[in-house]
């Protein structure tokens, strides 16, 4: 992952601008939660686009052999937030989320929308508990000395910059079913 020093940096810095012209200082857990409401937003909605019978979507055409369908691709993403949540509270995943497939008995668009929400809520109480002291303290022993990401700002760059890359994968896949995302929408 040797970009994600450059993406943590950029992360950083334009959460501080954000926050700049408020005049208040802010924690480095509000900084970071900015980036996980953002991301929320952009692919709760997404989600929530797509009508339930295409959540079985996957593009065959080309070399799209193999793929995700929409389905797989949300609960995917919602694992790992879970995962990356449960490593910056230093607790271990559950075998679901290490699988990065989600529960197999989350099925409907409602029980995946739920799940998605559910692991951002996750991210959300996880960010909280990030200070200025702990941020950048390894989190998983085994990882110390390891090139492996190994501290709560990576877990939750990880988060974001996962979910923005499946996010992006998702807006193909509405495109592709002919329905305009709603970042896109006037």
Not at 38 to 63: D, H, I, Q, R, T
Not at 100 to 122: H, W
Not at 123 to 137: D, F, G, M, Q, Y
Request: with cysteine; hydrophobic share 45%.
């Amino acid at each position: 992952m040797k970009t994600a020093p450059f993406l943590l940096l950029f992360l950083l810095l334009s959460a501080a601008g954000q926050v700049a012209g408020a005049q208040t200082q802010v924690s480095i857990a509000q900084a970071l939660d900015y980036w996980i409401t953002n991301c929320e937003k952009e692919v709760v909605s997404a989600a929530a686009a797509m009508p339930e019978k295409k959540y079985s979507y996957a593009p065959v055409a080309g070399e799209f052999t193999g793929v995700r369908t929409f389905a797989q691709q949300v609960k995917h993403l919602a694992a790992n937030n879970y995962r990356m949540a449960a490593r910056i509270l230093a607790q271990s995943p559950t075998l679901d989320q290490e699988a990065e497939t989600g529960p197999c008995d989350v099925r409907s668009k409602d029980q995946i929308m739920n799940y998605l929400k559910g692991s951002f809520s996750a991210l959300h109480r996880a960010a909280e508990s990030i200070t200025a002291e702990n941020a950048l303290l390894p989190v998983i022993p085994a990882r110390i000395n390891s090139e492996k990401q190994n501290t709560r700002v990576q877990f939750v760059v990880d988060a974001v910059a996962h979910s923005y890359d499946h996010y992006g994968q998702m807006v193909e896949y509405l495109r592709m079913s002919g329905i305009v995302p709603p970042a896109s929408r006037k």
